[in-house]
T-cell receptor, first 114, second 115 residues
Framework: DVKVTQSSRYLVKRTGEKVFLECVQD?????MFWYRQDPGLGLRLIYF???????EKGDIPEGYSVSREKKERFSLILESASTNQTSMYLC?????????????FGQGTRLTVV | AQKITQTQPGMFVQEKEAVTLDCTYD???????LFWYKQPSSGEMIFLIY??????QNATEGRYSLNFQKARKSANLVISASQLGDSAMYFC????????????FGSGTRLSIRP
């Protein structure tokens, strides 16, 4: 059974803290994604990676960075957490170069910044 | 730039009726793929159906079908004979061939099925 695993289901952090959200996939997928989900805004792409050490900005990269040192792991970093980064964060992975394959999602991390 | 628009924030439908969820998209690519996902209250993202831009037939998967109108750039999801378990958020998504890694989503439609 294919799996994308996010390290935490719920997180509470303080303003200004550095926050790491971890995501691991076991499908040998080339592509990995980080989205944030907010009511009325749907899923917005923060960053994605199409290979180890390769990354591209999505639509809302400000205040975030990412790291992909190994193919199976993609980390989202909030350098200095702010209250407007309180949200649901979803990690996903997919194979590359084949249009008709869907992305597989983790269970999500609900982050609250206080 | 690629863009997905879902204009129905919420819908109420009577059980056993058919329902259409709207999705329009914008792309300059000739080759692209369109996806629909379901997100129940548990939060998991469930893939429902896929339509390729070159597919001549509308995609179908059980009670789900995709009404694909390429000239209008619309890819509406049709759910036949709705069930209480269909109550969920539904997201339309797109992947362009020129940027095969990137998948973007719409804002979603919350579907509620009335018994």
């Amino acid at each position: 059974d294919v799996k994308v695993t996010q390290s935490s289901r719920y997180l509470v952090k303080r303003t200004g803290e550095k926050v790491f959200l971890e995501c691991v996939q076991d499908m040998d997928h080339e592509n990995m994604f980080w989205y944030r989900q907010d009511p009325g805004l749907g899923l917005r792409l923060i960053y994605f990676s199409y290979d180890v050490k390769m990354k591209e900005k999505g639509d809302i990269p400000e205040g975030y960075s990412v790291s992909r040192e190994k193919k199976e792991r993609f980390s989202l970093i909030l350098e200095s957490a702010s209250t407007n980064q309180t949200s649901m964060y979803l990690c996903a992975s997919s194979t590359s170069r084949v249009l008709n394959t869907e992305a597989f999602f983790g269970q999500g991390t609900r982050l609250t910044v206080v | 730039a690629q863009k997905i628009t879902q204009t129905q924030p919420g819908m109420f439908v009577q059980e056993k009726e058919a329902v259409t969820l709207d999705c329009t998209y914008d792309t300059s690519d000739q080759s692209y793929g369109l996806f629909w996902y379901k997100q129940p209250s548990s939060g998991e993202m469930i893939f429902l159906i896929y339509q390729g831009s070159y597919d001549e037939q509308n995609a179908t998967e059980g009670r789900y079908s995709l009404n694909f109108q390429k000239a209008r750039k619309s890819a509406n999801l049709v759910i036949s004979a709705s069930q209480l378990g269909d109550s969920a958020m539904y997201f339309c998504a797109m992947r362009e061939d020129s940027s095969a890694s990137k998948i973007i989503f719409g804002s979603g439609t919350r579907l509620s099925i009335r018994p």
